[in-house]
């Protein structure tokens, strides 16, 4: 069974269960209903969204120390409920 998760509109985490690819989507899906693109595999769903807010926020001007903590930290638990919740509705505990 794949889930994907949709980060916002050009990223997405999909995993079959063992192996999780961050997907830089180019638009079109693939005939297993999952978006097509550029990929990065992980291990770990802490290791993708790390990367995810690396290539996010690489952009971003950052004018302080506690600005960058806020940014991260609000962007973590933005993504851990996200994960959280196609985890349950999968059935993935």
Request: hydrophobic share 35%; aromatic share 8%.
């Amino acid at each position: 069974m794949m889930i994907t998760i949709d980060l916002d509109n050009k990223f997405a985490i999909v995993s079959d269960g063992e192996v999780l690819n961050l997907v830089q989507k180019d638009g079109k899906m693939r005939k297993n209903g999952t978006p097509s693109g550029r990929k990065w595999w992980f291990q770990t769903y802490g290791q993708a969204i790390k990367f995810y807010e690396k290539k996010v926020d690489a952009g971003k001007p950052i004018h302080s120390l506690r600005e960058l903590a806020k940014q991260i930290d609000s962007g973590y638990k933005r993504i851990e409920i996200m994960v959280d919740q196609k985890l349950k509705e999968a059935g993935v505990e």
